[in-house]
């Protein structure tokens, strides 16, 4: 692999296993927006928008084209490599990004084998994978680029898509009943998502199987008062179902809960 291109955290380029140092917020910016449209073009209205926001230069063209030139020379260096690596198009630019190059990509690519393996019932192998894919995470996505639009448009996506894959984990490992070892990590995971509704299910099931239902039915509780008491809304018709399986201790409950989850819904 010549590139290893990282957005799953700090961006992070290296070469041939060297880093690669671009000149300043603009650049990185600028690559962070290609890295998220790789092997797609991103428009140069898209682009303008990531690098400037609402204070849109009137050179911002020229200076944009400046910035991919400097961002060419930084990753590739011949010049007809450049130019296959960052294409231009007539409505803005492409980065050419191979097979493996990106965390992102190895990330989705995890996430979807994992998949895999537990639709043919191999959870084990499932939840390795999971973990896996997971540990490509170095931290919150693009934590060290200056760009407001990024921030706002494209990092919570990808959280979102981080927290759908450790959702699906932890889902796979309470069906291998690992339900004690996960309580610590779901605590952390319900007070860093407050108003997941699927985070507090998975959460009052590692802590019923645990044979602390008391515990689990305080979860139900806080997440019914936040969530009246701050949005005025009531949770939703799975989390009640949780609820009462709890209450009536459902014996479905202790063995394929995700199963059963799937098959009601």
Request: no cysteine; net charge neutral; hydrophobic share 40%.
């Amino acid at each position: 692999m010549e590139f290893d291109f990282r957005v799953l955290g700090p961006l992070g380029l290296t070469r041939k296993e060297r880093p690669v140092r671009l000149r300043g917020p603009k650049q990185r910016a600028l690559l962070a927006a290609l890295l998220l449209r790789a092997n797609r073009v991103a428009t140069t209205d898209y682009l303008i928008d990531v690098l400037w926001g609402d204070a849109v230069p009137d050179s911002a063209r020229s200076t944009l084209h400046s910035h991919v030139k400097h961002v060419r020379q930084a990753i590739a260096a011949e010049p007809e490599e450049a130019r296959e690596r960052i294409v231009t198009d007539p409505s803005g630019y492409r980065l050419v990004v191979r097979p493996g190059e990106l965390d992102l990509h190895r990330f989705e690519d995890g996430v979807d084998s994992a998949a895999a393996a537990v639709a043919e019932l191999e959870l084990a192998e499932g939840a390795a994978r999971y973990r896996r894919a997971l540990a490509l995470w170095q931290g919150p996505p693009l934590a060290d680029v200056a760009s407001d639009r990024l921030h706002q448009l494209e990092a919570p996506i990808l959280e979102q898509r981080r927290l759908e894959a450790l959702q699906a984990s932890i889902d796979v490992e309470l069906r291998l009943g690992r339900h004690a070892k996960l309580v610590p990590e779901l605590h952390g995971l319900a007070g860093a998502h407050p108003y997941q509704e699927r985070v507090a299910e998975l959460l009052m099931v590692a802590l019923y199987r645990s044979g602390r239902q008391v515990d689990a039915l305080r979860v139900y509780q806080n997440v019914s008062e936040r969530l009246a008491e701050e949005l005025g809304l009531r949770p939703g018709p799975d989390l009640q179902r949780l609820q009462r399986q709890i209450l009536n201790h459902d014996p479905t409950l202790r063995e394929t809960y995700a199963m059963t989850r799937n098959a009601v819904s």
